[in-house]
């Protein structure tokens, strides 16, 4: 019996800039049947805000919003994922094409990866498209380098153990870490420090020593920690 399941589509928007929207993202837009965002409310989607930028089109699409609430609390998380699978898992079945919009690239901590793995198992069709991450758009702004020659690359998330982090070789990425806490760690390290805050949008702000990052940067905020060269 032919399957008549609808595809569903990871797509990263990239950090903020619409023009860092991938043409492939941009298509999928285009001619998806339904959006799919992880928030209550449509008004407080980054994500959609960055593809509106792109594609004006998708303010005619209908949303699909899936509550992803930003907790530690496992049982809080499951629920949520459970509940997005199901909601997903009927507008598949009803054969429509959705498109999962997330900041960055859907592969990298993104909320999209979790939803993912459960309809692949549940056997529906569902592909990731990659798209300009933050801590690229990042490097990019702050002109470095994030690896040569045979450097490593560490990509750490908040909270992680900064001080083990730190002996790692090579350059070190931090994204949405614990500020006070990772500063300090910070201050004992003979690295060089830079960093993005809002990165390729209206409110972006480059720091190029550890001292110059404000004790308020928001969320958004990369920090690039690099091996001093001889």
């Not at 800039?17 to 043409?23: A, G, K, S, Y």
């Not at 350059?171 to 990772?182: A, I």
């Amino acid at each position: 019996m032919k399957n008549h399941n609808g595809t569903l589509y990871g797509v990263g928007v990239g950090p903020g800039d619409p023009e860092l929207v991938t043409l492939k993202a941009a298509r999928l837009i285009r001619e998806c049947d339904l959006i799919a965002i992880p928030q209550k409310n449509r008004e407080d989607c980054f994500a959609l805000k960055i593809a509106s930028g792109t594609v004006p089109q998708i303010a005619e699409k209908p949303v699909l919003s899936i509550d992803m609430p930003m907790t530690r609390d496992p049982e809080t998380r499951e629920k949520a994922y459970r509940l997005g699978v199901s909601l997903l898992q009927g507008e598949l079945e009803k054969g429509k094409n959705v498109v999962f919009l997330t900041i960055g690239d859907p592969s990298v901590y993104s909320t999209f990866c979790y939803l993912h793995e459960r309809l692949l198992a549940l056997g529906f069709c569902s592909v990731i498209v990659p798209g300009v991450t933050s801590f690229c758009a990042a490097a990019a702004a702050l002109s470095l380098p994030l690896c040569e020659n045979r450097e490593e690359l560490h990509i750490i998330p908040g909270r992680a153990d900064y001080e083990a982090a730190l002996a790692y070789p090579g350059t070190k990425v931090f994204m949405k870490g614990d500020l006070k806490n990772l500063k300090k760690a910070l201050e004992k390290s003979e690295l060089e420090i830079a960093a993005a805050e809002n990165c390729t949008t209206s409110e972006e702000r480059l720091y190029l020593t550890l001292d110059e990052i404000p004790a308020d940067a928001g969320y958004y905020t990369v920090i690039i920690a690099k091996e001093k060269q001889p």
